[in-house]
């Protein structure tokens, strides 16, 4: 944890030891994180002397796997912490040191916003669709536009930032990632354009002002960033209420995975962090009016500025005055005039973070080979990586290196998106199909035949696929578990004969098998709780639909189980 003055300059640092799962919170002078390596959330306080300042601990509480975003309840010692891997969010009280309440929440819950009212909650997870608000001691689902409501096609939609609520009128901002996940050749109506001879759709100078024919060639169509608006008690947001946004800068198309938003004060100025394109995106798009169908807000329509930002820019907080920007992969802070923003394009203080004097210096150091490779892993607006101008990356579908929980219809075979995490390279050949012989080969293949990218030289490619090893696999043990339960499954594991294809450190044997439809590679069963859908189609929406109890582990069969013994053996599955 770092915190900073305005002018960049680090005035505490603490090496908590883990990763984060969010942004720390301050409040009353004392500093709030979610540690998700240590499974905990965790207390500190200002201490030192001698104009040293430093943070220690008073408060730990294990909260579960993988815990992400947390707020705080006002005037309380209470507050809510996201955890990720239990699909649940945890009410947790550091006064006692307890956990005092919970909610399930499917999709793997990452981000929470609080609402004006006490106690609500906004939840979003990182896979799918999924945004829930937590009301009267309720989980209700709202439901995005997607699917057959957006561009009148198949699109699914995939939450990729923290949603915010403008405190002017209560507007509720989400960051979201529409995906076509039908491959197949198609002939679209609208203006008479024939669409995806490849894999990928690069956008061309603009549209003409038909919804559909603007939305193909202005800006793609596999993938569009949005930014989804709605009344924060919404059951179902009106598709009217979606904008499709990029941007210009030089001629140059500005899109990309949105991770962040904020709404500026007394404004109908929202900003967006183009998460591949090192830019920010400062828009109006309620300036529009309504619609039956999501607003094309391409290239310019609605734009004050766009703004360069640093590599990965993921975090944004206001300041007296002043918009701050942090790049999580150049360790670099930018500072805009927010109160002319539409004539400020260019930062008015940039700089890398500096530690203070005697701090550790590991604290922001980053190996630089891994930097680049993550880098060039979410960028949207490399050549040698994607199609120009096409605004997609390798972390469309691979947030974090992990899974956006979806099935693509390939010509060859529907097939779902594996997971990156786990160190890929022991684990080769890779994909569910084509057995490509090393990551380094499917990184090359993947950029040039699915992004039309001009393809990464050696050098970049090696940075790619030494972070792409380096993504951990997700903690996935259960806050509570049977221990009893998963020594029967892994007794029962082995009796079935699931070790003879799962087998050896990586429980794989690298093998392909018939799946009724193709041969496809035995997949490592490390971190599979945190895979769902299972299969290589994605037909198995849980564990247990994996395991039947008719005696079919997909199309192999097995001894009939009782329901009893496929408990046992997802237990034993989830620890993995």
């Not at 923003?341 to 922001?364: D, K, N, Y």
Request: glycine share 10%.
């Amino acid at each position: 944890i770092v915190i900073i003055d305005e002018e960049g300059e680090a005035v505490v640092t603490l090496d908590v030891g883990s990763r984060l799962g969010g942004p720390p919170v301050i409040r009353d002078g004392q500093v709030y994180a979610s540690l998700r390596d240590e499974r905990s959330v965790v207390a500190y306080r200002p201490a030192g002397r001698d104009g040293v300042r430093k943070l220690e601990e008073i408060s730990r509480i294990e909260v579960g796997p993988e815990p992400r975003d947390l707020v705080l309840i006002d005037g309380t010692d209470t507050g809510w912490v996201a955890v990720s891997q239990d699909d649940a969010i945890r009410k947790f009280d550091f006064a006692t040191g307890q956990i005092v309440d919970e909610y399930a929440v499917d999709g793997h819950p990452q981000w929470l916003t609080p609402l004006a009212a006490d106690g609500e909650l906004i939840i979003a997870s990182q896979v799918g669709d999924r945004v829930h608000r937590l009301v009267g001691g309720n989980i209700l689902p709202m439901a995005l536009p997607g699917r057959e409501r957006v561009a009148r096609r198949p699109y699914s939609a995939r939450v990729t930032g923290r949603p915010v609520v403008d405190a002017d009128d209560g507007t509720l901002w989400i960051p979201v990632l529409y995906a076509d996940t039908n491959l197949m050749p198609i002939t679209v109506v609208g203006g008479g354009h024939t669409e995806r001879p490849t894999n990928y759709n690069a956008p061309d100078s603009g549209g003409d002002g038909n919804f559909e024919d603007e939305l193909l060639i202005g800006g793609g169509s596999r993938f569009m960033a949005a930014l989804v608006a709605a009344p924060a008690d919404a059951s179902r947001i009106e598709a009217s209420s979606t904008v499709i946004l990029a941007g210009r800068d030089n001629g140059d198309a500005v899109r990309g995975v949105f991770n962040e938003v904020w709404a500026a004060p007394d404004s109908d100025l929202v900003v967006v962090a183009v998460q591949g394109a090192r830019s920010l995106l400062a828009a109006r798009p309620l300036q529009r009016s309504g619609a039956d169908h999501p607003r094309a807000g391409m290239f310019d329509q609605h734009l004050a500025a766009v703004m360069p930002a640093p590599d990965g820019p993921s975090g944004m907080a206001v300041v007296n005055g002043n918009l701050y920007a942090y790049g999580q992969f150049d360790r670099q802070l930018m500072a805009y005039g927010y109160s002319n923003i539409e004539h400020t394009v260019e930062p008015i203080m940039s700089r890398f973070l500096r530690l203070p004097a005697g701090a550790r210096a590991q604290v922001l150091e980053v190996d630089p080979e891994l930097a680049r490779g993550a880098s060039l892993f979410h960028a949207s607006n490399a050549d040698d990586m994607v199609d120009h101008q096409a605004g997609l990356s390798c972390a469309n579908c691979h947030a974090e290196g992990l899974l956006d929980g979806l099935t693509w219809n390939f010509p060859e075979a529907a097939l779902q998106t594996p997971t990156l995490a786990g160190n890929k390279s022991a684990q080769e050949p890779v994909t569910w199909n084509r057995s490509v012989p090393t990551v380094a080969d499917e990184v090359f293949l993947t950029t040039v035949d699915r992004m039309g990218g001009m393809g990464p030289g050696d050098g970049d490619v090696d940075a790619i696929v030494a972070w792409i090893d380096s993504v951990p696999l997700p903690d996935t043990r259960p806050l509570s578990v049977d221990e009893a339960a998963i020594e029967r499954g892994a007794e029962l594991f082995t009796d079935l004969g699931c070790d003879g294809c799962h087998s050896g450190d990586q429980l794989t044997d690298r093998g392909a098998y018939w799946m009724g439809l193709d041969d496809v590679r035995t997949p490592t069963l490390l971190g599979i709780r945190a895979t769902a859908p299972y299969f290589h189609d994605g037909s198995a929406p849980t564990l247990s639909a994996v395991v039947k109890e008719d005696g079919h582990f997909g199309q192999v069969p097995l001894r009939p189980l009782s329901s009893a013994e496929v408990a046992d053996l997802v237990s034993y599955l989830e620890i993995l």
